[in-house]
Structure formats: structure tokens, C-alpha cells
Nanobody, 118 residues
């Protein structure tokens, strides 16, 4: 069984930073794309950033220049460094991984709350 465990969320003032982490564990043979999505109350879940196994990245326009996604393939872990946070970044952040276990598929973390408020 595969699990994605997230950490690093919390309450932060506008302009400050947070770093999210997500580690994949269990019966894993390969991890392809990893990423972060977010969902604000009453809205759909949207892509924040994705990274391929080779390190290629893409970002939502709203976070370009402020957020940085990275991964440690040896640790099956993906990170999201969030700088210059804004109140509109407030949401539940979900980790995602496209990986090969007993079958290939997409797996989600349980979500971590990020609240940006003064």
C-alpha cells in the first residue's frame, strides 16, 4: 500500500514563507511526476506546481516567481517552498504522485492547511 505523507502547513502572515514536504512510502517501484495542488473553500482543486522525475517543472501563473518545487528522488520526497505568501494562497494543499506500485496510477496525500492572514 502506498501512502503520501504531507507536512509543513500552518498559519503565516502575508509576505512570509512556508515549506511543504511530502514523502511517498510503501511498495513503490518508480515515481514519475510529483506535484502540489490546492483547493480553497468553495473552489475546485487546481494545480500549483509539478515536477518530472528528471526535474522539469511547471507552475500556475499565480505562483510563478514566488513558489519553488523540488524533489529528492532518493527519499521519494517532493517539496514546495512558498515565499511572499498572499492571503489568496490560503487553501488546503495536496501532494500528488504518479507512480508505479502494484499498478501505475495517481496517488494523493491527505492535505495540509495553509492559512495566510495577518
Amino acid at each position: 500500500q502506498v501512502q503520501l505523507g504531507e507536512s509543513g502547513g500552518g498559519l503565516v502572515q502575508p509576505g512570509r514563507s512556508l515549506r511543504l514536504s511530502c514523502a511517498a512510502s510503501g511498495r513503490i517501484f518508480s515515481i514519475y511526476d510529483m506535484g502540489w495542488y490546492r483547493q480553497a473553500p468553495g473552489k475546485q482543486r487546481d494545480l500549483v506546481a509539478r515536477i518530472t522525475s528528471g526535474g522539469r517543472t511547471n507552475y500556475a501563473d499565480s505562483v510563478k516567481g514566488r513558489f519553488t518545487i523540488s524533489r529528492d528522488n532518493a527519499k521519494n520526497t517532493v517539496y514546495l517552498q512558498m515565499d511572499s505568501l498572499k492571503p489568496e494562497d490560503t487553501a488546503v494543499y495536496y501532494c500528488y504522485a504518479d507512480l508505479l506500485s502494484t499498478y501505475r496510477g495517481g496517488y494523493w496525500g491527505q492535505g495540509t492547511q495553509v492559512t495566510v492572514s495577518s
